[in-house]
């Protein structure tokens, strides 16, 4: 460790720069009269004896008032390094008790100079993913991250997968199937793209994945206003445009969804196939409706982009209708204002035969 590392790491421990100068001296010269360190550490043989006894009370060295002169003398190292990591043992109890956990709340941004860093970011977000992922990266990355991928979707989370690619490395039926709930692929590369349950984002130009000389830089965010905008802009500017290659098969009812556009999705799916499928949503009603906090109907129509045919007018609106008693409703996700529900939670199932 260089002089200015030992400085740094002393003044942490609340050594002023004098003091530290002295104590360096000390401890260079060894038993040492006042004359000697005030010599070395240029300060006055009085502020010597004053920092030295400081020091001593300190554990750093010893004064012999004793010696005439007096001699002031280094302690070991390994005796001050016992006495301040037992110092810092010390603290612990009472700083542990005193501290509340908080949770971080804010806008929170941060920049990725390296591609195993982003590569790593995106296995985390996929590893701790609750309700959708939506997610745009260059076909040769896949093979890197497939099985988390495929740990996901098996979790349930609604992934959308959108796959740039050249005409010379556009993949098949069998490299993307089980990779996302739907897949899509485009002939050109698109910029790395990712959100996870409308909190979490990532954004890098595509070159930082595939160059090796990139000087290029991700950022990553966890921020639930700014978010949704990712999602929103990799549902309206890419995903319309690209060629639909895989969708799953539907899911075995009853399941029940936090992530509304997961069980729109599912309905998209199951209308394909001709299942009529019941509905409970449970929520709040929009604007001054007076309406329950949950209805329970047949679903009657979905409008959705996530799969073809696309039903929606415009590419970002995922709903569905119910019919309770004779009466339609429109069922929207969360901030929905043109619709007649705002559901928190959907369970579909079969209707009793």
Do not use: C
Request: hydrophobic share 35%.
């Amino acid at each position: 460790m260089d002089q200015d590392g030992l400085t740094d790491l002393l003044e942490r421990f609340g050594l002023s720069e004098k003091e530290i100068d002295t104590y360096l001296a000390i401890l260079e010269h060894g038993d040492s009269k006042a004359s000697t360190i005030s010599d070395a550490a240029d300060v006055s043989k009085r502020y010597v004896y004053s920092i030295s006894e400081a020091l001593e009370e300190r554990g750093f060295v010893e004064v012999d008032d004793h010696a005439v002169p007096t001699v002031i003398r280094p302690v070991p190292p390994e005796e001050v390094v016992d006495r301040l990591t037992e110092s810092v043992e010390a603290i612990e109890p009472g700083i542990r008790s005193r501290y509340t956990a908080t949770e971080r709340t804010g806008e929170q941004f941060e920049v990725i100079k390296s591609r195993q860093t982003v590569l790593k970011r995106i296995e985390t977000l996929l590893s701790n993913a609750e309700t959708e992922v939506t997610l745009s990266l260059p076909t040769e990355i896949l093979p890197q991250i497939r099985s988390t991928l495929e740990e996901t979707v098996d979790r349930g989370v609604l992934v959308l997968l959108l796959l740039g690619a050249t005409d010379r490395n556009e993949p098949d039926l069998a490299t993307v199937s089980g990779t996302a709930s739907t897949v899509r692929t485009w002939d050109a590369l698109v910029p790395t793209m990712m959100t996870a349950d409308q909190r979490h984002g990532l954004l890098a130009p595509s070159q930082l994945l595939t160059s090796t000389t990139s000087d290029t830089k991700a950022i990553a965010l966890s921020q639930e206003q700014l978010v949704p905008v990712f999602v929103g802009s990799f549902l309206a500017n890419y995903w319309p445009t690209a060629d639909e290659r895989y969708v799953t098969t539907p899911a075995t009812l009853p399941q029940t969804y936090d992530g509304f556009r997961n069980a729109v999705f599912q309905v998209a799916l199951h209308e394909a196939a001709n299942t009529t499928l019941e509905a409970t949503v449970t929520g709040s009603p929009v604007g001054d409706r007076a309406l329950p906090t949950e209805l329970s109907g047949t679903v009657v129509s979905v409008q959705q982009s996530l799969v073809r045919p696309v039903t929606s007018t415009i590419p970002v609106e995922n709903s569905f209708d119910i019919d309770v008693d004779g009466e339609r409703y429109r069922i929207g996700g969360s901030g929905a204002f043109l619709e007649d529900f705002e559901a928190e939670s959907v369970t579909l199932e079969y209707p009793e035969e």
